[in-house]
């Protein structure tokens, strides 16, 4: 039964990541007072992309070829680990910890990273160069964010994280849990693509993930988006289940409870996406040198969640 419940929730992220993407496009020009593109429209480009034939750079290595059938495999890795319709762990949940996963992220960003200076693009590598300067700084914030939420639950487990929130009013309530969830919501922003640290046009201000693929065509591309899609999907999902919203997530395998669950976690991502379409068209990009200022606020708040802890003896 839990094998099976793993590959239902491989399945449920993989055919409903382009969903939240079209749902997030939809929504955010109708804010703007606009038709906007049909919600299932990212389905019909990832179909679009499937027929079309694969291009290649001519100076560009195997490698690059190679890169979306490494990335896409990574994040479906990635759906079977963490609690995404339970809070139970499945077949596969104990492979992995917060770190391990944190470690499988940065392993496909880094495959991005190489791909993009392997196509020896221009824009590629302003992308690429954008990306690693901030993903410098980010990435030990989110391990920071982590280590915080090992102290609250004496694990990196997040499925036993989201137990504990679940049973523990004085834990969800405290400082620590708070801060950590705001900063985690910042790094959430920037590894979304979200404003205002990114903007999803393809204009040269804007471009840090638009960048990395532009040499990308055919079936690699599709690979490569879908994979980015699941991302976005899976990093809502534990902010949703483990950060903000632990609550309704099964803790016992019952069926019909996973079931209905699949549907309330649907409903809490589309309250997600209505938030991020409001960011997105109310704020403004910020320059590049201010995304640092946005990051050393995340690093504050993931700071303050320690010193809360510590002094306030938060969730005792």
């Known amino acids: 039964m839990l094998f099976a419940l793993n590959l239902l929730q491989l399945v449920y992220v993989a055919l409903l990541s382009p969903l939240l993407v079209g749902v997030l496009r939809k929504v955010e020009e109708r804010l703007q007072s606009q038709v906007g593109p049909p919600i299932l429209q990212p389905y019909y480009d990832l179909a679009k992309l499937f027929r079309k034939e694969s291009l290649a750079p001519r100076s560009a290595s195997p490698f690059f070829t190679l890169a979306p059938y490494l ?4 994040y479906l890795f990635l ?6 319709i339970t809070a139970f762990p499945l077949t596969f949940g104990p ?4 770190v391990g996963g944190g470690l499988i992220f940065g392993a496909a960003a880094t495959v991005k990273k190489l791909a993009a200076l392997d196509s020896r ?21 989110m391990v920071f964010i982590f280590i915080m939420l090992g102290v609250l639950s004496k694990t990196n487990n997040p499925y036993v994280i989201n137990n504990v929130l679940q ?4 834990w969800y309530l405290s400082l620590l849990h708070w801060f950590v969830a705001t900063a985690f919501f910042m790094i959430l922003i920037i590894e979304t693509g979200q404003l205002p640290i990114e903007s999803h046009s393809t204009a040269e201000l804007g471009m840090m993930d638009q960048a990395m693929p532009m040499e990308y065509s055919g079936p690699e591309l599709a690979l490569y988006q879908w994979g980015g899609y699941m991302k976005q999907f899976i990093l809502m999902s534990v902010f949703l289940n483990v950060f903000t919203v ?5 803790m016992e395998p019952h069926l019909a409870q996973v079931f209905a669950y699949m549907g309330v976690h ?3 991502l589309l309250a997600l996406v209505i938030v991020f379409a409001l960011i997105n068209t ?3 990009k910020y320059k590049l040198y201010k995304n640092f200022d946005f990051l050393a606020v995340a690093f504050t708040l993931a700071f303050l969640a320690s010193i809360a802890l510590y002094t306030t003896g938060a969730g005792k």
């Open 71 to 74: 990335i896409f495999p990574l």
């Open 79 to 84: 759906t079977l680990v963490l609690p995404i």
């Open 95 to 98: 492979v992995v910890d917060f």
């Open 121 to 141: 693009s221009n824009y590629a590598h302003l992308g690429t160069s954008r990306s690693a300067s901030i993903g410098a700084l980010s990435e030990p914030i």
């Open 167 to 170: 049973q523990s009013t004085s």
């Open 246 to 250: 632990p609550f309704w997530v099964p």
């Open 266 to 268: 649907l409903l809490k």
């Open 282 to 284: 109310t704020v403004s």
